[in-house]
């Protein structure tokens, strides 16, 4: 167990402390202090990881789970896991200092927030550190769970209740493809650990599974990344509160997804499959999210239709620079395509950045003023001057502008778009030309509801008197992680080849490890003079500038498309469908009568048994080493077949009783003939009481009416009973002819050197097999119990009176 | 309700109940190396009880006999787990019984074992739960 | 004998089944019953049928009989009779309060 292991785990050890911290400390010390050291320890832990790996070292610590199935704990450091666990550390610590100013402690159930962060944060560094496919998906199913639970955190609202468990339901079917992928890739390569399968690479991509694994794990990526047409969770997610939005919904468990897709581009890349899968859902995302976000009116539904975009746009660049696999090393295009993949990870870490400063300040708007809504907000500029100069910063960076890092990530993503249309590969001859155009036009689209966030919010006219709220600025302690991250935002432009160096570099060795050496990263500058991608920025700008300024005019557009074909629509209406018909189903078989489910029991049981001894062959009679049959034991077999069917005929309670007392008294005959005095003597016994027993419940209940029921109701319970008992019989005689191996019951018969007891049955009954007897006596104990509480205590059920006392 | 004649059923019972005691307790103790044991003990003395209860009232069986059945189950139970857990203090598997040969003073040289602790618990859980599944229909009148 | 004793227990399986089909709860009772004698028979045929002496030790024979079904019988005889005790309690006390021993007026769901 390495420190590495510790620090993966210990999220999850310090949320077993949160309820306590929070029992004693509220509402004097706010939890979050005590919970904020987790996230910084962890970023400092790895922080001093970066001089190591950015030389191109690695570390790889594994510990032991079930070693008989291969599962480990294997945590693996290079550039990729370490970037990302950077980020989830380092936003971490940003947004649990923002809870702390942002979640009362008065009002709020902080414990259970909490210790789901933690829950988050831990499983989050699990899936960026582990190695072993299966620990990845547990950690990833464990970000979906706490997902849903940090989405329904005021759970008494319908619409968080909803909105966790379209969630839910959307990224627990994409990882359940996702281990069914898994599960083949480990087939193919007989190992569970992603980086012996990248010594395998050919022959996954030669086995006939390749397709299918691909596939199903890219569902995985896309559920969780909230790709098209999956993206439908993102927008309902936002009923969690702002800081879970900023963490989890901007900043890192989607960008799990594309971690994956990262992750595994050395195994699936360079095919055309996966070239037009990644990129072409990555784009079609992009101007989907794009499209929709400048009609929307909530901010944060802006935001998270904008997050829609932005992971479109650098899964579409992990695509497209999967490329560079197909061409292998040491070509010319391997370096230019390569490059697209350098600024799908660049932008993942700026898209971090911007998207979490705009969304806590859309918290902090949302918290001092009361709404969320556009409509109703508008001139905050001289009230709320600091949350507008962090909206700048981040909206100008997602649209592409100088000074912020957003502007280099955008030039670099035209620059891969403009020269995948010059690719010549996978049929990109044809369609390749689309690809910057659709870029183009949802950077436009971009740029517009960029300007919406800044100017509608906090331009204008001056709407207060519409508010509840006396409007301010956010406090100090609101304010501190958004201008981090804002700092951050124009650090990272004037200072990108520090990063580069440090972080991108070595995460782009990660996920293109067989191009390493080839690749030469180009110098990240802001002027690279005037070519075609700041043509393409500044016709943006020109574009976007007048659609928003005569945004109103042609608003209605977005009024001709159906409400009908809605993505939220069909979800809807399929899981009501799919809960109808399955209701009905149910109804109808589960009827609620014993007797009906006692039918499905034993006629499956004959169907079971009755086919498995016919498809095996296993019925043989063999009745050479029967016993020979007397007189008496025929008088015997008669006596026992006329009382059950007394019983079976009988008409009045006395008869049907003594039947069957005296079928007990007959079997009690039986054992003595069979050589069983220990049982004859019991039988005897417990038959006479049992009879007293029938006779005392029987003077209570009514008389046995003439059962009147229909002939198919009869009959329905012939044919089973005579099923089952022709079937016990053919068992019976099967397994008498089949006597596959001698009786164990010879080892017993040393019962006098081994219990020094001469009654064999007595001495297995309390040495040999004494457990047996032991629980045998605790079930009659408990028996004699619930006779005593049944009729002493007079229980009923629920709701019901007593009738007839 | 008319009283019942019972004068055959008491003097029978006065008899009986002495002679299937005596057997109840020799069933138990033979079952070691002759049919018998603690459930056909057990059972042969609720047996006795019940004829008891049969001939006599609930109440007045209960005043001369005032044992609680439900308790006399559970201490049954303890018992034989507490024989089981013996045998791990001193080192060996749950539930391991034993056996030796003593010379006692009036019995001369008999054996002795630990399964007849274990089976004097089972013979008390059988006892306490007939009894009790027995008191509590009879009572319910 | 063990194929006479084969269908005499398939016969009593059949009636035991039967009965636990039927509506009315002594019938059911009775049926389990049935079913718990079938059972036993079944389980000390298959340890084959007077091959030898009882399982005591002090009585010198050539060879006993199946020890070990028998011990597995003793102990299901002894819980037979407690969960039939059990289940006449409880269709007494289910007649009591609900006033009907009829399965079809007894039945429904938990949602319903």
Redesign the interface.
Known sequence: MSWLHIAILFPFLFAVFVPLLYKSFTPRIHTGWFVVSVPLFIFIYLFTFIPKISKGHTLYAVVEWLPSYDINFAAYVDGLSLLLGLLIAGIGTLVVIYSIYYLSKHREALNNFYVYLLLFMGAMLGVVFSDNIYVLYVFWEITSVSSFLLISYWYTRERSRYGAQKSMLITVFGGLSMLAGFIMLSMITDTNSIREMFEMVDIIQLHELFIPAMVLILLGAFTKSAQFPFSIWLPDAMEAPTPISAYLHSATMVKAGIYLVARLTPIFGGTYEWFWLVSGIGIITLLYGSLNAVKQADLKALLAYSTISQLGLIMSLLGLGSAALYYGNSTAETSLYAAAIFAGIFHLINHSTFKGCLFMVVGIIDHETGTRDIRRLGGLMHIMPVSFTLTLIGSFSMAGLPPFNGFLSKEMFFTAAANAASMNIFSMEKIGLAIPIIAWIASVFTFVYCMILVFKTFKGKNKLEKLDKHVHEGSIGLLVSPLILGALVIIFFFLPNTVAEYLLKPAFTAVLPTLADTIEVKHISAWHGFNLELFMTLGVIILGSILYVYLKKWYRVYRLYPQAMTLNNLYNFGLEYTQNISRKITDYY??????HY??YI?AFIILVVGGSLWLFDGFK?D?S?????SIY??GI?TA??FS??T??FARN?MA??TA?GA??FL?SF??V???????AL??LV?ET??TA??LL??Y???A??E?T?RLPFKL???V???G???L??IV??S??GNRMFA???TF??N??KLAGA????NA??VDF?GI??ML?IL??SI??L??YT??KL?L??RG?D???? | MKKPNDLLIRSVTKVAVVIIFTFAINLFISGH???GGG?IGG?TFASALILLFLTFDMESVRKNIPVDFKVLTAVGVIIAVLTGVGGMILDYPFLTQTFGYFNLPIFGKTELATAVIFDIGVALA?IG?AVT?IM??GDDR | ???????????????G???????????I??GT??LG??V???I???????????????IKGLS?????P??L???A??????????F??????A?????T?N??QL???EN?
């Open positions: 589960m009827t609620g009568s014993i007797r006692l039918v034993f009679i009745t080493a029967d016993s020979p049959i034991d025929i077999v026992v077949f059950a069917a019983v079976l309670r049907a009783i069957v079928l007990g079997v039986f054992f003939l069979f050589r069983a005095p220990d049982l019991t039988q417990v009481v049992t027993l029938f419940c029987f209570h209940l009514p046995l009416k059962e029921r329905t319970n012939a089973i009973a005579i089952i008992g022709a016990v019989t019976a005689l397994a008498n009786s164990i019951s017993y018969e019962s006098y001469k009654n064999i049955v297995i009954l097999r047996d007897t045998e079930v009659l028996a004699g619930g006779v049944l009729i007079k009923v059920g019901k007593e009738k007839a006392e | 190396h002759y049919p459930f059972l059988v739960t599944i509590s229909i | 004998m063990e194929t006479m004793m084969s269908i005499l227990v398939g016969v009593l399986f059949a009636i089944i039967y009965l636990i089909l039927t509506k009315t709860l002594l019938r009772i009775l019953s049935i004698h079938g036993n028979l079944l000390i045929t298959m340890g084959g049928l007077k091959k030898g002496g009882p399982p005591l030790l002090g006993y009989a199946d020890s070990l028998q011990a019988l003793l102990t005889i002894v819980i037979n009779f407690a969960t039939t005790a059990l006449l309690v409880l269709s007494y006390r007649y009591k309060v609900l006033g021993d399965t079809e039945r429904g769901n319903e």
